[in-house]
């Protein structure tokens, strides 16, 4: 049994599932080019995936989608400059990112994170800029990894070191407003799942700017403090989010449970309307929020939306790509 699940309610969730709306694309998980990958795409399938939108670690795009049939739409990473770098940096940032779509690459992914402290240089450093534009015109959108959890300040950052949670999110409205033809997707609702209204602001100022519903326990966690106004949320912005597991393969350990337990969790947090213990450990989710420990709390969306966000909405910005390079 993976080592992040409660060993108490496993039998509870991992039944059969049964075949949800439609068929789902994981907008959002990591592979390595291993065995775990064959894994996941086994039991993914189980839970009605048909896609999955995979950030490379191992791989290049044209391994990862000839191995699997297409399966897979493969995300590179962008690179970031150092803080002296020349501009000739641009010129091979751009012809590495050409030679990523040409081999299958949909989309780029950056992150603006203190994970590793305070960055040196920023996301929104000119000659990344410039970068994105180049990719805006190849036809691939990106990813941005916002900040984290922000309960983590300051129980694990000190804001005196790192600066506080709203300095990450800044570049990224830079970039928004810097590159309007570049699609950008906030990667675990934008960093803030615990301000909706935050989002909405957002979504409402910038027309190339969505959000995806990755990372099981952080969705699960803030999603489930306010059910209704969860719900409103989604519903508000349902041509405008996409589901997504945020699974990394290589972390499975090689077990079964690791997969089913994060798409389980997911669907019954889309799907359903009652509350259940999470199998997820989960040591955020405290009293007073939750004093009986880690819970999913069910939004019940209606199918329409369900079918947006498992499917339509990532199909819809994945063609707009392909369109573009033809």
Same mark, same amino acid.
């Not at 049994?1 to 992040?4: D, E, K, L, P, Y």
């Not at 641009?90 to 299958?104: D, H, L, M, S, Y």
């Given at each position: 049994?993976?080592?992040?699940l409660?060993?108490?309610? #496993?039998?509870?969730?991992?039944? =059969? ?11 959002h998980?990591?592979?390595?080019n ?29 391994q ?8 897979f ?5 962008? #690179? ?11 010129? =091979? ?5 050409? #030679? ?9 992914k950056l ?21 994105l ?10 990813y ?8 983590w ?5 000190d ?13 990224v409205? =830079? ?5 309007? +033809? ?6 675990h609702l ?26 099981t326990?952080?969705?699960?966690? +803030? ?7 969860s719900?409103?949320?989604i ?37 359903? +309307?009652?509350?259940i ?19 999913v ?30």
């Open positions: 049994m993976h080592t992040s409660i060993a108490e309610y #496993r039998d509870r969730y991992l039944l =059969t599932p049964e075949p949800p709306v439609c068929g789902i694309i994981d907008f998980m990591h592979v390595n291993g065995a775990e990958d064959d894994i996941y795409v086994r039991i993914a399938g189980e839970y009605g995936v048909v896609g999955a939108c995979a950030m490379l670690h191992q791989a290049t795009p044209m990862i989608r000839g191995k699997y049939s297409g399966f739409y493969p995300i590179a990473w962008l #690179r970031m400059p150092s803080a002296t770098e020349s501009r000739e940096w641009i010129a =091979t940032e751009v012809k590495r990112i050409t #030679r990523a779509a040409e081999q299958g690459a949909v989309a780029l992150r603006s994170t203190c994970k590793e402290g305070r960055p040196s240089v920023w996301i929104d450093h000119p000659y990344i800029l410039e970068v534009a180049e990719a805006a015109r190849l036809g691939l959108f990106i941005i990894h916002i900040a984290e959890p922000s309960c300040w300051p129980q694990r950052f804001p005196a070191v790192v600066g506080a949670k709203i300095e990450y999110l800044y570049p409205e =830079t970039i928004l407003k810097c590159c309007p +033809e570049l699609q950008v997707v906030g990667a934008g960093g803030y799942p615990e301000e909706l209204e935050r989002l909405d602001s957002m979504l409402g100022i910038y027309s190339n700017y969505s959000l995806d519903l990755s990372a326990k952080w969705m699960v966690r +803030e999603l489930g403090r306010d059910v209704a106004k719900r409103n949320f519903e508000r912005n349902q041509e405008r989010l996409y589901f997504g597991s945020d699974l990394v393969s290589f972390l499975s350990e090689g077990q079964e449970d690791y997969f089913r337990s994060r798409l389980a969790v997911l669907r019954h947090l889309f799907e359903q +309307e009652s509350v213990p999470s199998m997820i450990i989960d040591p955020d989710a405290l009293a007073p929020d939750y004093p009986a420990g880690p819970e709390r069910g939004l019940g969306l209606d199918e329409k939306i369900l079918c947006k966000i498992y499917r339509d909405n990532a199909l819809r910005i994945l063609g707009r790509g392909v369109s573009a390079r033809r």
